[in-house]
């Protein structure tokens, strides 16, 4: 793509990163074909070609406050970067919506239920503190104020967020430090569990199974309590600062429990806490220990997979499953495989549904800002899973399962829950809500193997 940056321009380094970007694209439209919000609308300005396009006219005439229309296009991408594996050209569209979202971070162009709802993500989601009140009230509240909010369009971030917020019963989040349960291949290392933001508030149920399936893996667990949310979803919204804040916070707790590896359950939190050494290279305290922590951070799958067969199985388990994989584990991580091995590794059957590829809405801050966009793509996503007659679906990140468990008709799990299971955890079907990926009660522990203190 031919670009025209003044000199002057050129010396801003997000534009030079941008430009290099963009005139590697040869408008050849093969990205259009993988993007979902293409798929659905059929207008080449919610496809990558198209936002391509938006975002380097934005860039050359330093607009940080587009159009609502022209914002509304590149809000509505899901960050899936299904694009990126699909370009021949290796353009960096992660690159460039990563630069335009900064800039565009606190346009006031957006309408202005949307940029409330935006504050409200940024200062309640991250932290579990405000999150788990905020869920009890969203509880309490969503049987009146959702009809409310859902009269007019504009408002409909604001009832997906009570959704988001009140779908389930807050849980306390997994803290502590704990002992290897067997010898095994994790030789007593210390590994740190990211247990996240809201997967540590909603799913603690996925982060005991973790915690179980590493420490009978012979590794010596820590979660330390300073360390939380990776900063997915302030970098999601263009609040790089905060996310840096968060990654120096984490690196500081990481190295302060003196982990040697970091362990994430979540296939989004993954890829953010492996770009670590990126976010933090202007932090002369943190650099080296973030590119330490970072070339030693493993998606769950990564770190089990070649220790598979060392590891503890008990009887192995005979369900049907049907995968879902997320776009961050597929596109970003470009992990294909690992998950399903090791679900087959113990017995289960793992089937592949239509359109595996593509996302199921919930990319980015999508389920919440962009409700309409995320049902769509949800009810699809659904269609094919059903479609597979499974016991249940699985899958690697706990944004996926919350949007999706709003309308499965399959028991969700986390793969990590069903492995703990074939390594003598408890049986997670017992516990099966189909609304959340959880325990039923929410605030219970879903069995106790784990020998959490909590
Ligand atoms: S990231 Fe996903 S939604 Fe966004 S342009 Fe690429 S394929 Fe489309
Ligand atoms: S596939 Fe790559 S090169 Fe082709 S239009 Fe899309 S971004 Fe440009």
């Known amino acids: 793509m031919q670009t025209s940056f003044t000199a002057e321009q050129l010396r801003q380094p997000d534009i030079a990163e941008a430009n290099a970007e963009l005139r590697k694209c ?33 860039l050359e005439e330093e607009k940080d406050a587009p159009r ?22 290796g353009v960096g569209y992660d690159k460039l919506i990563a630069i335009i979202r900064r800039r565009t971070a606190n346009a006031p162009t957006r309408p202005a239920a949307k ?66 349960l067997a010898e095994g291949p994790g030789e007593g290392r210390r590994a740190a569990l990211l247990t996240g933001c809201a997967q540590g508030v909603f799913g603690r ?22 360390a939380g949310c990776c900063g997915a979803m302030e970098e999601h919204l263009g609040e790089h600062a905060r996310a840096v804040r968060r990654a120096a916070a984490n690196v500081r707790a990481w190295v302060e429990a003196s982990a040697e590896l970091v362990v994430i359950d979540a296939s989004g939190c993954a890829g953010t806490v492996k770009e670590y050494a990126a976010l933090l290279k202007d932090d002369p305290a ?26 503890p199985w008990r009887a192995p388990r005979r369900k049907r499953l049907v995968w879902h994989a997320p776009c961050s584990l597929t596109h970003h991580l470009r992990i294909a495989d690992q998950p399903k091995g090791l679900l087959e590794r113990v017995g289960f059957e793992v089937l592949e549904p239509a359109e595996a590829h593509l996302c199921c ?15 769509t793509l949800r009810a699809r996503k659904l269609d094919h899973l059903h479609a597979a007659a499974a016991d249940a679906i699985a899958s690697a990140n706990f944004g996926c399962m919350r949007n999706l468990a709003s309308e499965a008709r399959l028991p969700l799990f986390h793969y990590a829950q069903l492995l703990a299971w074939a390594a003598g955890g408890p049986d997670p079907f017992l516990t099966a809500n189909r609304r959340m990926p959880a325990t039923r009660d929410g605030g219970a522990c879903s069995g106790g193997t784990c020998g959490c203190a909590t």
């Not at 409330?116 to 009146?144: D, K, S, W, Y």
Request: with cysteine; aromatic share 4%.
């Open 26 to 58: 040869v408008h050849c439209g093969f990205c259009m074909a993988t993007c979902p919000t293409y798929l659905i609308s059929g207008d080449e300005l919610e496809a990558p070609r198209g936002r391509i396009y938006l975002a380097k006219v934005l």
């Open 68 to 89: 609502p229309e022209v914002l509304a296009h590149l809000d509505h991408c899901l960050t899936c970067l299904s694009c990126t594996t699909t370009c021949p050209s």
């Open 115 to 180: 940029r409330l709802a935006r504050r409200l993500l940024i200062h309640t989601v991250p932290e579990p503190a405000r999150l788990r009140p905020l869920a009890r009230l969203g509880r309490f509240i969503a049987p009146l104020a959702k009809p409310l909010l859902n009269r007019r369009r504009e408002w409909r971030p604001l009832a997906a967020m009570l959704d988001m917020a009140g779908g389930a019963r807050p849980q306390r989040p997994l803290f502590g430090d704990y002992p290897p």
């Open 205 to 226: 149920a996925i982060s005991e199974a973790t915690l179980h399936l590493l420490r009978m893996a012979g590794f010596h667990v820590v979660i330390p309590r300073q």
């Open 286 to 311: 943190m650099a080296r220990n973030a590119v330490r922590l970072a070339e030693n951070a493993f998606e769950l799958s990564e770190l089990l997979a070649p220790l598979a067969d060392a590891l």
């Open 361 to 375: 809405g919930a990319g980015g801050a999508n389920a919440v800002l962009e409700p309409e966009i995320a049902a």
